[in-house]
């Protein structure tokens, strides 16, 4: 049963990227989800999650550029991030509830 988050990167601000995060040994659909970060010297905070009804919720950080989405028939969840801003540089993480133990999350840097 684990988490794996992929596709972070390099980007300038104003560009996107699109996180994914794919479940294995459980359906994620049946669990409430969520997308996390830690930029350096801080707390991880939460960014975005989505329940097993596929309601979602966000950062005030995240409201109008960010778009949390799964995919069941994947059992992969994903984190469209746009307008990014080099205060999103973090490594993104994600995890369900009851949660998992943290992997090694995705690297995002936004800077020109």
């Known amino acids: 049963v684990q988490l794996q988050a992929s596709g972070g990167g390099l980007v300038q601000p104003g560009g996107s990227l699109r996180l994914s995060c794919s479940a294995s040994?459980?359906?994620?659909?049946?669990?409430?989800m969520a997308w996390h970060r830690q930029a350096p010297g801080k707390q991880r905070e939460l960014v975005a999650s989505i329940t097993g009804g596929g309601a979602t919720n966000y950062a005030d950080s995240a409201k109008g550029r960010f778009t949390i989405s799964r995919s069941n028939t994947e059992n992969t969840m994903y984190l469209q991030m746009n307008s990014l801003k080099p205060e999103d540089t973090a490594v993104y993480y994600c995890?369900?509830?009851?949660?998992?133990?943290w992997g090694q999350g995705t690297q995002v840097t936004v800077s020109s």
């Open positions: 040994g459980f359906i994620a659909r049946n669990y409430a």
């Open positions: 995890n369900r509830w009851p949660s998992l133990p």
